[in-house]
């Protein structure tokens, strides 16, 4: 697994190449605040004043947005394959996959921008490789039959706009001060509209229910949903709200997306990018 | 038959009175405003007002975190009994996926509201004054039993509560509130596009054009004054409250 070496790769970029320009994009970005000044001292020596809030390696407002990227990259290049492939029926799926390109399409090239007018270079397009090694044939170039591809193109993208959203979730934190925050929380909104229309093309909720990753979604697809079952929100255990009879684990999971850490968004992404 | 319900209108699309309200900052949600502010017609003018709570009588959201977290609930208070309603009397003919669809919205939102009384509660350390009150609502001439009046105030509400989150994340300074405002937010994106769907099957309504930027890809985000406004325009909330401390 290569995932260590992307990871690596990934906090290199940031810390080395990142370092002059990190501070043009601070003045650019304007009112930071504390995130600001605690990403600008070297990792070891960094502590979060909240351990609960405190994220993993990269906590800071350039590297939510090329993580950010990396997912967009992802996303993009696989709709664009997919509308490509001739697996989509037409009518609905395909409707639905060109909507879906469009804003992915425009999220690389915006976060692409945004980046760069802060003057950070932006982490290049990783080489992705959607069969995973082998596991899938989503765009049925091996043969596995249309029917098949069709399943599985319709998984994976379940797969990918649930984990962007719970990876911008994540990120949110980190752009708190930043004048990203607004538009990252814009295009998070957007992921989970995706989320919702996918999920309902497959035929389940639009929502998660507990951290089920639902009918027809191969087991390597459970680490998006691992940590969706959470129902203590804020402190407070959402089953036991209000004075009528309890909430339901569905209805109290249903009502809630859990975040999801960097590292385990990129440990997810990293299944589908074939390392150098 | 009214399409829209509820319209999230530009500014300079609200009524002259309301317009003024917004200029005078006196945002002014709930139908007993009218009374409550009626001599600020000829007193105040254009002038910001120093005090930040020039209506004591009137509960205001508060500013800061508490203010945000006075809004959404203020918010989820609204979604959760407009669903109350539906699930109480559902449309005639509703198709079981519309039943569970809107069942299960009406769950979400009422956790979400009793999430915030409880939360605000706790973070005014009880000090209940500074909790936005339980608001009482009215929805006029809405018809209930109408499919296409329930599903289309649904979808409004849905994505004005989308907007109006997006809007608050940079009001949010404890990165607490922000993940839990998050943990929200997707979810009642998610129900957005539901509802879009069933309202439109087989389209790309989901993520409308009239929702998300064709160029940048970017659903709505509106400040505080501008969903109030709306929300206030719809009639829909007869408890006045104030918003004088949010943008």
Redesign the interface.
């Known amino acids: 697994m290569d995932i260590i070496k992307f990871l690596d790769g990934f906090t290199n970029e940031t810390l080395l190449e990142g370092k002059p320009s990190r501070r043009d994009m601070f003045g650019t970005l304007g009112s930071l605040g504390k995130k600001a000044m605690l990403s600008a001292i070297p990792f070891g020596l960094a502590t979060m004043p909240n351990k609960t809030f405190a994220q993993d390696s990269g906590s800071d407002p350039v590297s939510a947005l090329q993580l950010a990227l990396t997912l967009e990259y992802l996303e993009d290049e696989f709709y664009d394959l997919a509308l490509q492939s001739g697996v989509l029926p037409s009518g609905r799926p395909e409707t639905v996959y060109m909507q879906i390109s469009k804003h992915e399409q425009a999220h690389v090239d915006f976060l692409i921008a945004g980046l760069e007018g802060a003057g950070v270079t932006p982490v290049e397009k990783p080489t992705f490789d959607f069969t995973a090694g082998g596991a899938f044939d989503p765009f049925n170039e091996n043969g596995v039959g249309q029917e098949t591809a069709y399943a599985q193109l319709l998984a994976l993208a379940q797969a990918f706009e649930d984990t962007g959203v719970r990876a911008y979730k994540g990120q949110a934190g980190n752009l708190l001060g930043s004048d990203f925050l607004t538009p990252a929380l814009q295009i998070h909104a957007v992921e989970a509209m995706h989320a919702s229309e996918v999920r309902r093309l497959r035929g389940l909720k639009g929502w998660i229910t507990n951290n089920e990753r639902g009918a027809g979604m191969p087991e390597a697809t459970q680490a998006v949903y691992n940590g969706e079952e959470n129902v203590v929100q804020g402190g407070v255990d959402v089953t036991t709200l209000g004075s009528g009879p309890s909430f339901s684990m569905e209805a109290s999971t249903e009502a809630y997306d859990e975040a999801l850490s960097g590292d385990d968004a990129v440990a997810i992404a990293s299944l589908f990018i074939v390392s150098e | 038959m009214r399409k829209s319900i509820v319209k999230v209108k530009p500014v300079e699309k609200a009524t002259n009175r309301r317009q003024f309200l917004k200029l005078g900052g006196m945002g002014v949600v709930g139908a007993g405003l009218l009374v409550a502010c009626s001599n600020d017609d000829n007193g105040m003018g254009m002038m910001p007002d120093p005090d930040p709570n020039p209506n004591p009588d009137i509960f205001d959201l508060g500013q800061g975190d508490l203010g945000v977290l006075n809004y959404a609930y203020a918010l989820e208070q609204l979604e959760a009994d407009f669903y109350t309603k539906v699930v109480n009397s559902f449309y005639a003919n509703i198709s079981d996926e519309e039943m569970?669809?809107l069942t299960?919205l009406y769950?979400?939102e009422?956790?979400?509201r009793?999430?915030f009384k409880?939360?605000i509660t706790?973070a005014v350390e009880g000090n209940t004054e500074l909790v936005l009150p339980t608001l009482e609502f009215d929805y006029g001439d809405l018809d209930f039993n109408n499919r296409e009046q329930v599903l289309t105030t649904a979808s409004v509400l849905e994505d004005t509560g989308?907007a109006a989150?997006?809007?608050a994340?940079?009001l949010?300074?404890n990165?607490?509130?922000?993940?839990?405002a998050?943990?929200?937010?997707?979810?009642?994106?998610?129900?957005?596009?539901?509802i879009r769907?069933l309202l439109n099957?087989?389209?790309?309504d989901?993520?409308?054009d009239d929702y998300?930027?064709?160029?940048?890809?970017?659903?709505?985000?509106l400040d505080p004054s501008v969903v109030l406004s709306a929300v206030g325009d719809t009639g829909f909330i007869q408890t006045p409250f104030t918003a004088n401390n949010l943008p």
């Open positions: 569970q669809v299960d769950y979400h009422v956790n979400h009793d999430f409880t939360a706790a989308v989150y997006n809007g994340g940079r949010i300074s990165p607490g509130y922000l993940l839990l998050g943990k929200i937010v997707s979810v009642e994106a998610r129900h957005a596009s539901a769907t099957p087989g389209s790309a989901f993520a409308g998300v930027t064709t160029d940048t890809g970017l659903a709505a985000a």
